[in-house]
């Protein structure tokens, strides 16, 4: 996926999780921050950063945040982006593909996607994962009870005899492996592993970035 009118920048502060301010061709402007997430270890005070211009004047941001030199590494921290990713790499990648839907529910649970492929369903779940330390994808990077019930409700799709995943979106290319970040939220890699387990497919895949593009790219170890 692409971005248009890129504009590089200087990030100076998060007074919240929705905006960041950050300086422009030496003006200081408020972006929209892409991402709820910590993500502390990539918005450090002097970081080079990359906002897109919406174009729309009747917003109260002139420029959302997408992208950041984390060390040498760029990361894409757009946490709308690893969907429209997976559909891209989806119909690329996936053999006898027949149909990708968006925003499925299956009982009383909505999913990121339902597959069809050579007469069988899989339901999907995405995450998107920004953080990185010594080599290793870490997810989440906060607590997040949203995704351990999305984990145990695929568990229950493949009881019902039908195909389910998890996709792990890495937004960035330096990783070797992906584990669940059970320092920070123990019960998801728990509901992780069980999911492993009981057949939900866990697949991990790292991303070509540049500040304007990013796509997925290659599989990446996962280790539960």
């Not at 790499?89 to 968006?102: P, T």
């Not at 330096?174 to 497919?201: I, Y």
């Amino acid at each position: 996926m692409e971005y248009r009118n890129i504009r590089e920048g200087v990030f100076l502060s998060r007074p919240n999780r929705f905006i960041a301010n950050i300086e422009i061709d030496g003006s200081v402007e408020v972006c929209h921050v892409k991402n709820t997430g910590r993500c502390r270890e990539l918005l450090i005070p002097g970081a080079r950063v990359w906002v897109e211009e919406s174009g729309n004047p009747a917003r109260k941001t002139k420029y959302d945040l997408i992208t950041v030199d984390r060390g040498g590494v760029i990361v894409n921290m757009d946490s709308q982006a690893p969907n429209k990713l997976f559909a891209e790499w989806a119909k690329e990648n996936i053999k006898d593909l027949e149909e990708i839907k968006s925003e499925v529910r299956y009982g009383s649970s909505r999913f990121d996607f339902r597959l069809r492929a050579g007469g069988k369903e899989c339901y999907v779940e995405v995450k998107g994962c920004t953080l990185e330390r010594e080599g290793v994808a870490l997810f989440p990077d906060a607590p997040t009870d949203r995704g351990v019930k999305h984990l145990r409700e695929l568990i229950e799709v493949k009881k019902a005899g039908l195909d389910a995943m998890v996709f792990f979106v890495i937004q960035m290319k330096a990783p070797k492996v992906f584990r669940p970040n059970r320092e920070t939220h123990p019960e998801f890699a728990e509901a992780l592993c069980d999911a492993s387990e009981a057949g939900v497919k866990v697949l991990a895949y790292d991303c070509n970035v540049v500040p304007g593009k990013v796509m997925i790219d290659s599989p990446v170890e996962v280790e539960l």
